[in-house]
């Protein structure tokens, strides 16, 4: 009510959703009694948890109905999945590190949510064997959003994204056309880097 409503945030499903996933469980036992303060939180492997807001504020734009398949690039804690399992009918997430992608599956498992698939690889292509998705969300940074992510998109489909620097970016909404891509810019962010193939290959690059 304080931090996710009184910010604009008004999709009652998307508002239910944040009522009813204990975010307590998606971050390591030393921040317990900060995970409901509206802030990212360490998770290990030098990677964080999103602030709430900004969860709520990117699952939001993607307007789930409840039927969608939903892919989610970067899946850190779980908790966006996790989310993003209540609102969309089937949920596929790439996670880089094998040892957040193992906790994200506890995690997920323990709270019943049996229609999420964590796979571990490089998300920065996507995940091809899985497409076309009806959405995707993507994150961590991306340098710019890939041609073939976006090609992975069906019809109509919805795609969100932080782009731009290293240490700054803008959240771009892209909406496929029939005949091309649509974009609008929804906010300043700053996320940890998409790293990989099509993202960024040097963790210290600026
Ligand atoms: N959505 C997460 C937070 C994401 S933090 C949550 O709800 O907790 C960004 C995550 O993206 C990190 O866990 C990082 O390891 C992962 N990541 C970065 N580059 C990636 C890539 N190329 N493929 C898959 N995951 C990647």
């Given amino acids: ?17 944040f009522r009813t996933t204990p975010r307590h469980l998606f971050v390591p ?22 602030q709430p807001y900004i969860v709520a504020l990117m699952t939001e734009q993607l307007a789930l109905i409840g039927k969608e398949k ?14 993003l399992a209540q609102l969309a009918a089937e949920v596929h997430s790439v996670e880089r590190f094998e040892i957040l992608a193992r906790k994200a599956r506890s995690t997920l498992a323990a709270l019943h949510l ?65 005949n091309g891509f ?3 810019e929804i906010l300043p962010v700053v996320f940890v880097p998409l790293m990989g193939k099509l993202g960024w290959q040097d963790p210290n690059e600026p």
């Fill in 114 to 178: 049996a229609n999420v698939h964590i796979h571990v690889g490089d998300g920065s292509m996507g995940w091809p064997a899985e497409a076309p998705f009806d959405c995707i969300i993507i994150t961590a940074a991306a340098p710019e959003v890939p041609q073939e992510v976006l090609e992975q998109l069906g019809a109509d489909g919805r795609l969100i994204a932080p782009v731009g620097s290293r240490y700054r970016q803008m959240l771009e909404l892209w909406t496929r056309l029939p």
């Fill in 29 to 50: 036992k030393d921040h317990m009694a900060a995970s409901y303060e509206d802030h990212p939180l360490p998770i290990g492997s030098g990677q964080t948890i999103s």
């Fill in 182 to 184: 649509e974009k609008e």
């Fill in 70 to 83: 939903v892919l989610e690039i970067g899946t850190g804690s779980g908790y966006q999945a996790a989310i």
């Fill in 1 to 17: 009510r304080n931090q996710i409503e009184a910010r604009g945030i008004h999709d009652e499903r998307v508002l239910q959703a």
